[in-house]
């Protein structure tokens, strides 16, 4: 903690996607670490897929450090109804902030992908080095493809003009604040909402995509924060990171546990004319704790339970 303070003190950070939900983590460990700096742009103000935006946000910014989490993201339905805006935007937004970094003369770059940049048929754990071994999952492939371009373009700056970055590949990510709109929710958030909604109608069953085989791993908010923020510190090598909990659970046993925390009685029905999305995930954590001591710290079901107690809490249910 003393380290972390002396290292941001003085430090101008700007956090694109400081707003969101994994951004709002990260922030607020960056004023607990005496960072007083700390630069958020709105989208309503700086549209970064738009150059002269991000330009603008450089110029009023200032940064030492850029730390880049905006993006366009949702589950399978949101990628499959908007796989050309997913893939432009999510480009655009990260090819400008890591060109306009570069011209800026920042101290680091900190860029978050996706671990939907693994090919769909990955040995598990994911390892790294296999991140190019072929085409993602059908569903996300535009997604994770326009993220896996900044690292290519992050390298690349390496290693023609010296840019020290850091490039980091959470798990899923799950905890109070989460998206809960069925839109474009991620799994954990959408089952929370369908299980208490049920609940609440007094319904018997609850409907689920898919047939429960895949497997998925999940990382607290709060721990993947501390990982973005311990590479930001610590990491500038040209590989990029794995971020997670090395634990990998199946989509029926989330589906049950989620039914337990929401204390839902009735049954679950398994839509299997709706696609499962990738086989397996579950990483390989070794690199960022041999390189940056990064450890998850938050066990999956006592993350879980906050999670629906959040929400509980928060729509006073």
Same mark, same amino acid.
């Given at each position: 903690?003393?380290?972390?303070?002396?290292?941001?003190?003085?430090?101008? !950070?700007t956090?694109?996607?400081g707003?969101?939900?994994? =951004?709002?983590?990260?922030?607020?460990?960056?004023?607990?670490?005496?960072?007083?700096?700390?630069?958020?742009p709105?989208k309503?103000?700086?549209?970064?897929?738009?150059?002269?935006?991000?330009?603008?946000?450089?110029c009023?910014s200032?940064?030492?450090?850029?730390?880049?989490?905006?993006?366009?993201? /949702?589950?399978?339905?949101?990628?499959?109804?908007?796989?050309?805006?997913?893939?432009?935007?999510?480009?655009m937004?990260? !090819?400008?902030?890591?060109? +306009?970094?570069?011209?800026?003369?920042?101290?680091?770059?900190?860029c978050?992908?996706?671990?939907?940049?693994?090919?769909?048929i990955?040995?598990?754990?994911f390892?790294?080095?296999?991140?190019?071994?072929?085409?993602? +999952? +059908?569903?996300?492939?535009?997604y =994770?493809?326009?993220?896996?371009?900044?690292?290519?373009?992050?390298?690349?700056?390496?290693?023609?003009?010296?840019?020290?970055?850091?490039?980091?590949?959470?798990?899923?990510?799950?905890?109070?604040?989460?998206?809960?709109?069925?839109?474009?929710?991620?799994?954990?958030?959408a089952?929370i909402?369908?299980?208490?909604?049920?609940?609440?109608? =007094?319904d018997?069953? !609850?409907?689920?995509?898919?047939? /429960?085989?895949?497997?998925?791993?999940?990382?607290?908010?709060?721990?993947?924060?501390?990982g973005?923020?311990?590479?930001?510190?610590?990491?500038?090598k040209? +590989?990029?990171?794995?971020l997670?909990?090395?634990?990998e659970?199946?989509?029926?046993?989330?589906?049950?546990? !989620? =039914?337990?925390?929401?204390?839902?009685?009735?049954?679950?029905?398994?839509?299997?004319?709706?696609?499962?999305?990738?086989?397996?995930?579950?990483?390989?954590?070794?690199?960022?704790?041999?390189e940056?001591g990064?450890?998850?710290?938050?066990?999956f079901?006592? /993350?879980?339970?906050?999670?629906?107690?959040?929400?509980?809490?928060?729509?006073?249910?």
């Open positions: 903690m003393v380290q972390q303070n002396k290292f941001w003190k003085n430090k101008r !950070v956090v694109t996607g707003a969101g939900f994994l =951004g709002s983590y990260l922030t607020e460990k960056l004023c607990a670490y005496g960072c007083r700096n700390v630069f958020v709105r309503a103000d700086y549209d970064l897929v738009r150059i002269k935006n991000v330009k603008r946000m450089f009023d200032r940064p030492d450090i850029v730390i880049h989490l905006a993006a366009v993201v /949702g589950g399978i339905g949101a990628n499959r109804e908007n796989p050309g805006q997913f893939f432009y935007d999510n480009l937004m990260g !090819v400008q902030v890591i060109d +306009e970094a570069r011209k800026s003369g920042v101290s680091k770059i900190v978050v992908g996706t671990i939907c940049s693994y090919p769909k990955t040995p598990v754990p390892k790294e080095v296999n991140v190019w071994n072929g085409y993602p +999952e +059908e569903t996300n492939a535009p =994770g493809l326009a993220k896996k371009m900044l690292l290519v373009q992050l390298q690349s700056y390496q290693q023609q003009y010296g840019t020290r970055f850091a490039y980091v590949m959470p798990t899923n990510l799950y905890g109070p604040e989460d998206n809960f709109n069925p839109a474009s929710s991620h799994v954990i958030p089952l909402k369908k299980f208490i909604d049920a609940k609440k109608n =007094g018997n069953e !609850v409907v689920v995509w898919g047939t /429960g085989k895949p497997t998925r791993e999940f990382l607290y908010v709060s721990d993947a924060a501390e973005v923020l311990l590479a930001a510190q610590k990491y500038d040209p +590989e990029p990171v794995n997670g909990t090395n634990t659970v199946s989509i029926k046993h989330l589906v049950e546990l !989620v =039914g337990k925390c929401c204390e839902f009685k009735g049954r679950i029905v398994w839509d299997k004319s709706k696609p499962d999305g990738q086989p397996r995930r579950c990483l390989d954590t070794t690199r960022a704790m041999k940056f990064f450890r998850a710290k938050t066990a079901e006592v /993350g879980l339970k906050k999670t629906v107690e959040w929400y509980v809490n928060k729509n006073k249910l």
